[in-house]
């Protein structure tokens, strides 16, 4: 199903094609912007932890981890798209610019069904939550191929109980957490600026996102960044 605007809306005055991702758009605009919050003032602070991050520790962090994921699964902003890379806001923002795509999905399905998703979109890499863990696990077990191993990094370390209960490593569990990929993401250089086509910036797509399932099976909706840089107000 594809969605058009009305015909009484006007016509758009921006040459959309030079905008880049959704994460320019938002790190560069709205974020970026001078009527935005002031730079020392945190923008989004987590419920659960009350941790707070400045637009400017949003954009560093977002720098730090797309430079992470490039060495660490040899991507680059301008070498053709491997067959897909997944996870939200900094891991999206960090995979958009390697011109990767994000898979987001429900933690409440079960990894057979979150596993169909990942190989419906040739996923190649899972961003999962400690509590997540083990469901998250299981489905890209069930996803990758002897071709097409499905990668899995954590959102933060799991505690130390639960790791001697899986039996794991004194790390946590043995994947590498997003912290760490930013960490090391500060020693490299910056990435090469992504050099979009005319055509690739008006097509490119930006999530697949999972229906709900209320009328039937899942399926994958494409979220283009065009499409919602539009409906963000431009």
Known sequence: MIFTPPSWLPAIEHDLSTVGTVADFALQGTLGSASGPRVDEPTFISASTQKGRTPGQIAQNV????????????????????????????????????????????????????????????????????????????????????????????TERVATDGAQANGNDNTGTGFKTIDELVSFGETLGPLPALNWSPEEAQSSIAYLCATSGTSGVQRLARLSHRGIILSSGW
């Open 63 to 154: 720098e730090a981890l797309a430079a992470g994921l490039a060495h660490e699964l040899q991507w680059s902003p301008n070498a053709p798209a491997p067959g897909g890379k997944v996870d939200y806001l900094v891991y999206c923002w960090a995979v958009h610019p390697l011109r990767g795509t994000c898979l987001l999905l429900y933690g409440t399905p079960s990894p057979e069904e979150n596993a169909k998703h990942l190989q419906r979109s040739d996923c190649r890499t899972l961003i999962v939550s400690p509590a997540l863990l083990q469901s998250g696990h299981a489905a890209a077990a069930a996803a990758s191929t002897s071709k097409a191993e499905i990668r899995l990094y954590l």
